[in-house]
């Protein structure tokens, strides 16, 4: 569906645009506040023009760009498909992680909001690297094992786990260059395997002392009651 600018400077969109917004993480219809004058871009004749918008769950600002599909006397047709000038970031409990770890993983979460995807697929590797070099000896394995089970349960193609293979654990060559369809992929699997590998160790952990904890409370007051039943009778 187009989206129209009338000569009249109406803006006319036939169905609304919903988005992931940046500043408050709600999936948002974006409300156009701020169209293009329908004078100016008959007389500039762009082939992109400027939106600004308000997400209608914050009422934060939101920037996108459309193209100029064609300019008429009576109307001028836009794309429907805004681009965001903003994109929304990645979100990742990074407080489970070591700080070594964090400080190279939300730099590589970064260069993917920011479509840096050949950036981002350096940034996976050392955060691979870091990782390991946290976790000591065993560590490649088990991060590899962590990777073949995300290509199983995702049903990667053999191609593309290949690349996303070396991407992550090659050591003797550059880092491949990516796409959009490779660092789509990449981004999930490098936030399961982090996730898997320190946030749900962590919570593990903690959920186990937790429990043996309460359960070591029970057990000593179940014990003194009936050492003290027995000394009555």
Aim: aromatic share 8%; charged share 25%; glycine share 4%.
């Amino acid at each position: 569906m187009a989206i129209y600018v009338k000569s009249d400077n109406t803006f006319e969109q036939a169905e609304s645009v919903s988005r992931e917004c940046p500043h408050c993480g709600a999936h948002a219809q974006l409300i156009p506040i701020a169209t293009p004058s329908f004078e100016a871009i008959r007389s500039a004749s762009p082939r992109q023009v400027g939106i600004a918008f308000r997400c209608a769950a914050c009422n934060e600002p939101r920037f996108g760009r459309a193209a100029v599909r064609s300019i008429g006397t009576a109307s001028v047709e836009l794309s429907s498909n805004i681009i965001e000038v903003e994109r929304a970031r990645q979100r990742f409990p990074y407080s489970y992680l070591p700080p070594a770890v964090e400080r190279i993983f939300r730099e590589a979460l970064q260069c993917y909001s920011a479509d840096c995807h050949n950036a981002f697929a350096s940034m996976c590797r050392r955060t691979v690297q870091t990782a390991i070099a946290d976790l000591g000896s065993n560590a490649r394995l088990e991060w590899f094992e962590l990777y073949k089970d995300v290509v199983n349960i995702g049903e990667i193609d053999e191609a593309t786990a290949q690349v996303l293979e070396t991407v992550l654990f090659g050591v003797d060559g550059p880092v491949p260059e990516i796409g959009t369809d490779h660092a789509a992929v990449l981004v999930e699997m490098i936030k399961d395997m982090a996730y898997q590998c320190y946030v749900r160790t962590s919570k593990l952990r903690a959920a186990m002392r937790m429990r043996r904890y309460f359960a070591e409370e029970a057990s000593g007051k179940i014990t003194s009651l009936d050492r003290h039943r027995a000394e009555s009778a």
